[in-house]
């Protein structure tokens, strides 16, 4: 509704449009909003907006003012008594929390720790992420921290009676030091024996993405006694240097197993273990819907790329991260052994100097893939003819703008280029950058993406919009 002066009350929207509405914003753009009216201050209030919250802390103690002050200004940190004021409000909401403590874990200052002790006390948790400081490098010559530091973080999980999901991204992990067993700690907790996800510094690769390498990890023991523990596991995600075959005999003996994913990094100081075909074989053999997911975190050598890959892998998905570089025979063995399962294929990174033939293949040939997130060089046409492959049955097809080129492939030998009224002009300095030195070469650029959209478009049956 229009007032006399023109403007629109937008106050007068159903709730359910502002639920969503703040649901797309972070917590203290919500809470700014929320003080503009009284119906949005309501709105703020709505318990579904509080399923889901993140958590930020600064977790070195030592850490003078202006150090707080930069990192909550970089990383959008709330006041430690902020967090306290919504947990006291709204803990009893919160479903899915995401705890992550930035920097150095050497000693958490009293207002943090109360922050934790809050959420262990007040919250209902049924999912729970734990990303707790820097990752220990095997060479790092910092203090250990503090087992009371850990003792609170860990009464999360130890004061927990309804979780089912478990996510520990990362763990202050020192060798030599008798540090505060985190997985101990879950096994221990009778309350949380229907966990049925449970994730071991492994996670997924975003555009952004930077996987730490060398890093400090769990006994490979403890993580085999940690997931026969809980014998309602459903998936499982875990560092690849913690794979090993004891463990797929721990996931054989699961009544509900369905999902593993794996995180892989190349360390300087460890090998991935050579699991037998046989091994993958008989967790198959008990799993038959078993599926299993790989990140690529960093560049893994082609022998042990092959070497671990094998036939009998259910693989469904495999992602490469922004720093992983791979070879076009890698794509190649992945479209031999992987016909039949693989469903998703995402590299973050720069890609394949030339991926378009054995990108092509790999969709061709593994008919399943039905994800594909690609932000290397692609040609127009190699980019239509990927999405004539699927049509609408693309559940994902992304690429970026900037990396199409023309519709007709340009001559990569061609400098010299004419426009429309005759003039000579430098085409790009390198073959599809989009750098060129007219203004009619640059709006004869823009418009070629947009035929390019609008075709992509018409195969997709909905609106399709590259990556930016």
């Known amino acids: ?19 969503n509405v703040f649901s797309q914003l972070g917590l203290s753009d919500r809470n700014r909003v929320s003080r503009t009216c009284i119906r949005l201050s309501e709105v703020f209030r ?10 930020i802390l600064l977790g070195d103690g030592d ?15 709330i006041m430690p008594e902020r967090y306290s004021a919504m947990i006291n409000a709204f803990g009893a909401f919160f479903q899915d929390v995401e705890l992550i403590i930035l920097g150095h874990m050497r000693e958490i200052r009293q207002s943090c720790e109360d922050v934790i002790s809050q959420l262990a006390k007040n919250c209902r948790l049924a999912s729970l992420t734990l990303e707790i400081g820097e990752p220990v490098n095997h060479a790092s ?50 309350h949380i024996m229907d966990l049925e996800k449970l994730r071991i510094f492994e996670r997924d690769a ?43 005999l721990e996931l054989s003996n699961l009544k509900w197993f369905n999902s593993l994913g794996l995180l892989i990094i190349q360390s300087t100081d460890t090998c991935l273990e050579s699991i037998k075909g046989a091994a993958w074989k008989s967790l198959v053999m008990k799993h038959p819907n078993l599926k299993v997911s790989a990140t690529l975190g960093n560049t893994l050598p082609s022998y042990e790329f092959i070497q671990f890959f094998k036939s009998d892998i259910p693989l469904v998905s495999i992602s490469f991260s922004k720093y992983t570089r791979y070879q076009s025979h890698m794509v190649e063995h992945l479209s031999a052994c992987y016909s039949n399962t693989l469903t998703t294929f995402k590299d973050f990174g720069d890609g394949l100097g ?20 690609y932000y290397g060089e692609l040609r127009d046409s190699t980019i239509l003819s990927l999405a004539n492959s699927r049509k609408h049955k693309w559940i994902t097809f992304q690429v970026k703008l900037q990396n199409i080129s023309s519709i007709e492939d340009d001559d990569e030998d ?16 390198q073959p599809s950058s989009g750098f060129y030195y007219t203004d009619e070469s640059v709006e004869l650029r823009r418009k070629t993406q947009e035929t390019v959209i609008e075709r992509i478009s018409e195969v997709l049956q909905r609106k399709w919009l590259p990556l930016s």
């Open 63 to 77: 850490a003078d003012d202006s150090h707080v002050a930069k990192a909550r200004k970089n990383f959008g940190i």
């Open 46 to 55: 709505h318990p579904s907006l509080w399923h889901s919250v993140r958590i």
């Open 354 to 373: 030339d991926g378009n033939a054995v990108l092509l293949s790999l969709v061709t040939r593994c008919s399943h893939v039905n994800h594909f997130v």
């Open 1 to 19: 509704m229009a007032s006399a002066s023109g403007n629109w009350d937008f106050s007068i929207l159903p709730e359910v449009v502002w639920v």
């Open 414 to 429: 061609e400098v010299i280029g004419m426009t429309g009224t005759g003039d000579a002009f430098v085409k790009a300095h």
């Open 206 to 248: 975003k555009a952004d993405t930077w996987f730490p390498r060398n890093i400090a990890l769990p006994d490979k023991d403890e993580v085999c006694l940690t997931v026969a523990h809980f014998q309602k596991l459903t998936s499982l995600g875990i560092h690849a240097d913690l794979l090993t075959e004891s463990l797929l």
């Open 141 to 190: 010559t910092r203090k250990p921290p503090k087992e009371s530091s850990l003792k609170v973080i860990g009464s999360l999980i130890s004061e927990a009676f309804r979780l089912k999901s478990l996510n520990l991204i990362s763990w202050p992990i020192h060798q030599g030091h008798n540090d505060y067993d985190i997985l101990c700690c879950v096994r221990k907790n009778a």
